[in-house]
């Protein structure tokens, strides 16, 4: 049956509408626990604005009733979500007509929204010029949707409608397509060499100093919730026992109780069980006890691996084909036999302790009441990594805009603020605006703190919890880049009882400034130096000559990042930068700590294997098909590839400056701080490969020749 057109809708005028028995134009709902509401009436006005004059054209207000209706009906039928998408993407479609002046519910409407050059595909290529931080975009600037948003968004007003007699059809004829798929997401980077190494050392660490303490509080009968401190005054003892010295990033545990220890432990564990396994996430949250560990021995060697219970329930198939009688699916993951095997018995043991079920998650968290729930996997990115300061390589690359953020600070008294904004339409735009501080304020003195913590730690890996004034400064060197130190009372795994150690800083020149305007703002809080005038007892009046005065050392220790009053500072315990500051100033806090998730884990086993095993047993690992494990790899090892070109990129550098090739590439050895450049190792293994084959085919060779 043929559509109608627009003008035979007309059926009805004012009086007509006034006799609708749908005349409420208010919806209310509940969203996350919260009455809500959205006002559809706004549709009978221009621009959808309720604060515009009212639709007078009847064609116009006879569609309008139709589309009002369906929104209701969507209501009524439980279908909240997609009454508030339909008039979300409704209002948006009715102000964009009424700015160009065009029939809005016309052919012409509807190509100009969804057209090859319109609002939509505009709004999907704005999404594809994406930068790193939010601070690169300007203010006002639109960060576009997907292209799978705008599919999603045109195919539900194209049924609303067409569900009212109008034919939409014929009016997207010829129009370009969005992908209902979209485009494939960035992947995750995968941990460097650096950064995997210090996280496993440190998640150990914890894990293995925290798990027996709960688990011997636990059956003791001595875990409750009112126990501040415990975990930490144990862990303490613990480690002095061992002639070790309780680490920097423990220090949180003072405040804390046994169950948040839990927690937190349990969150530990489940980034490592990650890394051991390589499981997706809806695996791991899924994994029940029993683990049976399994011997197997292979040309002369016995390894340990460990039968897993899950269940890959989205791609809705197991992990693997291990079927087993129980009705809980079966997963199997080769684990290390030492560390590995280490690891899941007290995971284990620390599981069983707090919740007994013979077939009970092995990874869970406890609630307020003490009892076992599910694991919440969503943690904040700057969790763990921040209680452990784990940091990422390239946060290098945030100094800059940290930079500008303490410089206006400290002169003008305001930071440049940014944030996301998502209008009523789903579009994400950029506001950016100046927050002032009071240069007294204490809100002005915490801000500096963290932004000057964050802004050093771009340059080391090492704790800044006990740095020491003052700074030694070298000249700049050839690559222009200075080199910062002072002394700190560290206390860490990395280098255990020494009281004297060094922190160094290695930064560009251009950067000089800012060190000494952080050097200096730290020197007027705790003073390296007091007066005493002669032969009398310490006043701190500058008024009278100096030269009646001797200046000495002042007692206190004088950090480079104090808390507290002037006269009465400390170092600072819980470290201050957290991703909320970051994003505030427009940085992505991934760039700074190194974010703990099962797909970066997953990613970075399975490259290690591939790098330097083979794409086969990659492959197993990560339980793929060829076709989707091939898309990750079609153009080689990523992380490789780029090593070789910034390794490279470095060397031509350094040869455009006149220096000789092969010194060049001593050079970048030594900054890279490797033995051998990627490309070359590359080259030697491809030699390798090539020798291999040739020799297979000449004792082949060999073999036919003796045969015949």
């Known amino acids: 049956m043929a559509k109608s057109n627009i003008s035979d809708l007309y059926a009805s005028d004012l009086e007509n509408r006034k006799s609708s028995p749908y005349n409420g134009d208010v919806l209310k709902f509940t969203q996350q626990g919260a009455s809500r509401e959205i006002e559809i009436g706004c549709l009978d006005h221009f621009f959808a604005d309720i604060e515009r004059p009212s639709v007078t054209c009847g064609t116009r207000i006879t569609v309008i009733d139709k589309l009002k209706r369906v929104i209701r009906q969507h209501f009524e039928l439980d279908r909240v979500s997609t009454g508030k998408q339909l008039f979300h993407i409704l209002r948006s479609f009715i102000r964009h007509a009424d700015r160009l002046q065009l029939e809005t519910f016309s052919k012409e409407s509807w190509k100009s929204y969804f057209g090859a050059k319109g609002y939509m595909w505009r709004l999907v290529e704005s999404a594809e010029r994406q930068h790193n931080h939010a601070y690169m975009y300007d203010d006002g600037q639109v960060e576009g949707i997907a292209e799978k948003t705008a599919a999603g968004k045109k195919r539900l007003l194209k049924y609303a409608l067409s569900e009212i007699g109008l034919d939409v059809f014929d009016w997207d004829k010829g129009l370009k397509d969005f992908s209902v798929k979209g485009k494939p997401k960035n992947a995750l980077e995968n941990y460097s060499k650096n950064e995997h190494e210090t996280v496993l050392r440190r998640l150990h660490d914890k894990f293995f100093l925290l798990a027996p303490i709960l688990i011997v509080e636990q059956e003791s009968g001595r875990f409750s919730d009112d126990s501040k401190g415990i975990a930490y005054s144990i862990a303490k003892n613990t480690l002095i026992s061992k002639k070790q010295t309780l680490d920097v990033e423990l220090l949180f545990l003072e405040g804390i109780t046994l169950s948040k220890v839990f927690n937190f432990t349990m969150e530990i564990g489940y980034h490592l069980f990650c890394h051991y396994t390589a499981f997706n996430d809806s695996v791991v949250t899924s994994v029940r006890r029993p683990i049976e560990f399994i011997k197997e021995k292979s040309e002369g060697k016995v390894s340990k691996y460990a039968i897993i219970k899950g269940f890959k329930g989205r791609a809705e198939k197991e992990v693997t084909g291990v079927i087993g009688e129980s009705e809980l699916e079966e997963v199997s993951a080769r684990v290390d036999k030492r560390t590995g095997a280490a690891f899941l018995n007290m995971m284990l043991k620390l599981s069983s302790a707090f919740n007994s079920d013979e077939h009970g998650l092995l990874l869970y968290q406890l609630d307020d009441d003490g009892l076992p729930i599910e694991l919440k996997t969503g943690f904040k990115n700057d969790n ?163 030269s009646d005065y001797n200046l000495e050392p002042t007692k206190q220790v004088s950090y480079l990042f104090p808390v507290g009053r002037i006269g009465e500072t400390s170092f600072f315990d819980s470290y201050p930068v957290n991703a909320n500051l970051l994003a505030q100033i427009g940085l992505t806090p991934s760039h700074f700590f190194c974010t703990l998730n099962s797909t970066r884990f997953r990613k970075t086993v399975a490259d290690n294997e591939y790098r330097y095993g083979s794409e086969l047993t990659a492959m197993a690992i990560l339980q793929n098909s060829k076709r989707v494990f091939e898309q990750h790899y079609a153009n080689g090892h990523q992380g490789l590839n780029n090593e070789i070109i910034a390794q490279a990129i470095d060397v031509i550098e350094l040869v455009i400056k006149g220096v000789e090739l092969e010194e060049a590439k001593q050079k970048v050895r030594d900054n890279w701080k490797i033995d051998v450049l990627s490309f070359d190792e590359y080259k030697r293994e491809v030699r390798l490969v090539i020798l291999m084959v040739l020799v297979v085919m000449v004792s082949q060779s060999l073999r036919v020749k003796r045969i015949s």
């Open 384 to 546: 763990v990594p921040r209680k452990l300061e784990l940091f990422a390589d390239k946060r290098a690359g945030l100094a800059e805009r940290l930079a500008d953020s303490i410089s206006s600070l400290c002169k003008y008294d305001y930071i440049e603020q940014i944030k996301r904004v998502v209008d009523d339409e789903g579009v994400r735009f950029i506001s950016k605006s100046k927050k002032y501080y009071k240069p007294t304020s204490n809100q002005h003195t915490t801000l500096m703190h963290r932004l000057s913590v964050a802004f050093m730690q771009c340059f080391t890996d090492q704790s800044l919890r006990y740095a020491q004034l003052p700074l030694l400064y070298s000249n700049p060197d050839e690559d222009g880049k200075i080199t910062a130190t002072c002394t700190s009372a560290l206390i860490s795994s990395e280098s255990e009882d020494v009281k004297n150690a060094v922190i160094t800083f290695r930064f560009d020149e251009v950067f000089l400034p800012v060190v000494h305007e952080i050097e200096g703002w730290a020197i007027e809080r705790t003073p390296l130096l007091r007066k005493r005038k002669k032969g009398n007892q310490y006043t701190s009046k500058s008024s009278i000559d100096d």
